[in-house]
C-alpha cells in the first residue's frame, strides 16, 4: 500500500531550493545588463570592455549575452559549414545584440523540421523527425553564459513521448511505494492520483521504464550496475549504460534525451516557451509572466504543491506540462560547460557513464522544464539543469519510446485535459 506519511527525511528536503539555486548559478553566468541596452560595438577597445563590464556588476538584470567581440567564435574546420562570423550583425545604438541570435557558431543549411502539429492517441504523441537548434538564443532574456549556447542537431528518428508527465496513478499500477511527498513546510507534490510523480531519483526513473517494459516482455533500454538502496526509497547507482549501442536500437520504455525533449518542448518555435518570449523583468524574484502563465505552474501561480496534469495550454504536439509543474529527468547527462560546437546527429544517442557515487567526479543527471516554485526565466525550453542524481518533491518524468513499424500502443491512463487555464 502506499504510504500515508508522505513528509520526506531531512537529507532529502533540499531538492526544491537547490533547483532553484542551481537555476540562479546557471542564469547570473553572463553579466548583467538590461534587456533595452544596446549591445557595445564589434569595434568598441579593452577600455571600452573594461568599464561596460564595471557596470554591468553593479546591474540586476539577468543579461541575454555578454556581446563583446571576443564571444563570437570562428571556426575553419568544414569549407562547407557557415561559420558565426557569417551571421555577426554589428548592432546600431537601439538594438540589444549584435549577431544572428538564433544561428550556432557551427551551422550547416539546411537545417528543416515538419510543422509540428498533434498526433496523439492513448496517452502518446508521435514527434516525427527533424533539424533545429538546440539551447538558448544568444540574446535570450535569462539565458546561461555556456551551458546551454545554441548548437544544431538533427534527430533523425521519429518516436513517441507521453502526452503528460508521468502520474501516480501510472507509477503506483506498477510500483505499490508512491515515493511523491511534501517537505517539512508542506510544500511538494499533490497527492491526487493524476498529480505528476514527484521524489525520484534518476536511477529509480530509469529503472522504471525498465519494469514498465519487462511488464510487457519487452526488453528494457538501461542496464542499471553497483546500485544501492532501495527502489522508490532512494536507489542511487554507480555505473548506467544503454543496453543497445544506441537508444534508438531499443524497442522500450524509456526517458527522452535531452535532445528529443527540446525539440518536442519547442514543437517548432525558436522563444524561450513555446507561447512566446517571457516578459524580461530585472531580478530573480517571482513574477507573473502573460505568456508563461497559460502554459504553466510556476512560481507564480502554483502554490505550494505542482497540479495534476493537463491543465494547461499544450504546445502545437499536443504535449502538456513541458514547462513547469514537475522537472522531468531525462535520458541525458548535465553539464555545466554546454553542448560543444556540433552539428550533432542523434545527440544523446549513446550513453555509457561511470562514476555517480564517487563524490570527485562531476557525473550529473539532466533535469529539464523547470518546477512548480521556481521563477519564467528557470522555465524556458533551452534550459537544462546539471544536478546530482537525488530526489526530492517536484522532480518527476515523462516517458519516451523510438518509433517502429511493429509497434503496439499500449494506452496510458490518462486524466481528461482540458487544456484551459486554471
Same mark, same amino acid.
Given at each position: 500500500m502506499p504510504r500515508t506519511d508522505r513528509r520526506l527525511p531531512e537529507r532529502l528536503r533540499a531538492f526544491p531550493a537547490l533547483f532553484l539555486l542551481l537555476a540562479c548559478r546557471s542564469e547570473t553566468g553572463v553579466a548583467?545588463?538590461?534587456?533595452?541596452s544596446p549591445a557595445p560595438d564589434a569595434d568598441a577597445n579593452a577600455d571600452d570592455a573594461a568599464q561596460l563590464d564595471a557596470a554591468d &556588476? $553593479?546591474?540586476?538584470?539577468?543579461?541575454?549575452?555578454?556581446?563583446?567581440?571576443d564571444d563570437v567564435r570562428t571556426s575553419s574546420d568544414a569549407s562547407d559549414a557557415r561559420s558565426v562570423s557569417d551571421a555577426v550583425d554589428v548592432a546600431d545604438s537601439g538594438r540589444a545584440c549584435y549577431r544572428d541570435p538564433y544561428l550556432p557558431n557551427r551551422y550547416e543549411p539546411p537545417c528543416e523540421q515538419p510543422t509540428a502539429s498533434p498526433s496523439c492517441r492513448d496517452g502518446w504523441c508521435t514527434i516525427q523527425p527533424g533539424c533545429f537548434i538546440m539551447g538558448a538564443p544568444w540574446c535570450e532574456w535569462g539565458r546561461a553564459k555556456r551551458s546551454t549556447d545554441p548548437v544544431q542537431v538533427t534527430l533523425t528518428h521519429a518516436f513517441e513521448i507521453a502526452q503528460f508527465e508521468l502520474t501516480q496513478r501510472e507509477w503506483t499500477a506498477l510500483v505499490p511505494?508512491?515515493?511523491?511527498?511534501?517537505? &517539512? $513546510?508542506g510544500t511538494g507534490d499533490c497527492l491526487e492520483p493524476d498529480c505528476p510523480l514527484g521524489n525520484v531519483t534518476w536511477f529509480e526513473a530509469l529503472e522504471f521504464t525498465n519494469r514498465k517494459s519487462r511488464s510487457e516482455n519487452i526488453p528494457p533500454c538501461y542496464e542499471l550496475s553497483e546500485c544501492t538502496g532501495e527502489f522508490a526509497g532512494g536507489m542511487l547507482c554507480d555505473h548506467v549504460k544503454f543496453v543497445d549501442p544506441s537508444i534508438y536500437d531499443c524497442k522500450g520504455y524509456r526517458l527522452?534525451?535531452?535532445a528529443e525533449w527540446e525539440y518536442a518542448a519547442r514543437a517548432g518555435t525558436k522563444t524561450s516557451v513555446y507561447s512566446g518570449d517571457i516578459v524580461p523583468i530585472g531580478g530573480t524574484g517571482c513574477y507573473e509572466d502573460p505568456v508563461l502563465a497559460p502554459i504553466a505552474w510556476y512560481c507564480f501561480n502554483a502554490g505550494p504543491y505542482t497540479h495534476p496534469v493537463g491543465k494547461k495550454i499544450p504546445n502545437a504536439w499536443g504535449l502538456y506540462d513541458m514547462l513547469g509543474n514537475a522537472g522531468e529527468l531525462v535520458g541525458s547527462l548535465g553539464t555545466w560547460e554546454g553542448y560543444g560546437e556540433g552539428p550533432y546527429v542523434d545527440h544523446g544517442a549513446s550513453l555509457d557513464a561511470k562514476g555517480f557515487l564517487d563524490p570527485a567526479l562531476p557525473v550529473l543527471a539532466q533535469w529539464r522544464g523547470g518546477t512548480w516554485n521556481v521563477p519564467a526565466a528557470t522555465v524556458r525550453a533551452a534550459l537544462q539543469i546539471p544536478l546530482l542524481p537525488s530526489r526530492g518533491p517536484g522532480g518527476g518524468l515523462r516517458l519516451a519510446r523510438t518509433v517502429t513499424t511493429e509497434r503496439t500502443r499500449a494506452p496510458i491512463r490518462t486524466p481528461a485535459a482540458t487544456g484551459k487555464k486554471e
Open positions: 548583467p545588463r538590461g534587456a533595452g &556588476a $553593479d546591474a540586476t538584470q539577468l543579461d541575454p549575452i555578454d556581446a563583446r567581440e511505494e508512491n515515493p511523491s511527498g511534501l517537505t &517539512a $513546510d527522452p534525451t535531452g
